[in-house]
């Protein structure tokens, strides 16, 4: 983690829908070279919060890169932050390799031979290395997820200066060994220099991957912290309604989270 000025600063964001208040006054920032999960209920609020994020649901309150985030456009914005949706649909059979390509549109309007060669590493890395030519729709759910995880390594790459990757549960389809390859991965990616934020739901990833996790409970942040300092039992409870013991992992150097009822 480094200490440069934010890739992602959130000040004062509050929306609300119908009169229901989703976000109240978030505050926090993202550092380029940091992993941070966000961390709540269903309905806490961290859909929204990534929704804006993207400028999906507005751009108030938000700056990227250090510009507010209503000032830059949607197509450089693409250059260097990427998104992994909980779920990306696709209709057509599509070659593995051509959906990988997809992020480097923001890169040139013109498929290049560098273009293919960064794509297959891209899959290489998210261990699908030989699925080029395979039609995505006969993959399985993770597998496709890791696709489009490649998508938005190939989006990034080679991108000089401040970059942001925005993962929308990202292990929500995958395996025990594959979850943890992907965090892993994105802590790879963290080295880097991206700044990573991560919508997880499975508390002992967040604490083992995360440099920071952020807790909401019903569209407040309940804690912004290292997960040794902020996964404690009472803010558990306060983001959960739900008892837990925090203990120290007997291998790792972080909090194991484990249910008291």
């Known amino acids: 983690m480094t200490a440069s000025s934010p890739s992602i600063r959130v000040t004062d964001l509050s929306y609300s829908v119908a009169g229901r208040e989703l976000l109240s006054k978030l505050k926090f920032h993202l550092q380029s070279g940091e992993m941070l999960a966000v961390l709540g ?8 919060l990534l929704k804006h994020l993207t400028g999906e649901l507005g751009k108030s309150g938000v700056e990227l890169f250090g510009q507010p985030l209503r000032d830059i456009k949607p197509a450089e914005a693409a250059k260097r932050r990427a998104v992994l949706p909980q779920q990306t649909p696709l209709s057509f059979a599509y070659e593995v390799l051509d959906v990988v390509l997809l992020g480097r549109i923001p890169h040139g309007q013109r498929e290049t031979v560098q273009d293919r060669a960064i794509a297959a590493a891209c899959l290489e890395r998210v261990g699908l290395s030989g699925y080029e030519t395979r039609d995505v ?9 890791r696709v489009h995880f490649a998508r938005t390594l190939a989006q990034l790459h080679g991108v000089i200066g401040e970059r942001v990757l925005l993962l929308d549960e990202p292990t929500a389809s995958l395996d025990l060994a594959h ?3 992907t965090l892993r991965l994105a802590r790879e990616l963290c080295r880097e220099g991206v700044g990573v934020l991560a919508v997880l739901h499975d508390l002992n990833l967040a604490a083992q991957y995360a440099d920071r996790v952020l807790m909401l409970a019903e ?3 309940i804690a912004c912290d290292h997960p040794a300092v902020a996964l404690t039992p009472e803010s558990i409870r306060t983001a959960y309604g739900h008892e837990v013991l925090v203990t120290q992992h007997p291998c790792l150097n ?3 989270i484990v249910s008291a009822s």
């Open 41 to 48: 209920r269903n309905g806490a609020g961290k859909s929204t």
């Open 137 to 145: 729709l006969t993959l399985s759910g993770g597998e496709q997820q």
């Open 179 to 181: 979850q943890h390859a």
């Open 219 to 221: 569209g407040h942040v």
């Open 254 to 256: 972080c909090p194991l």
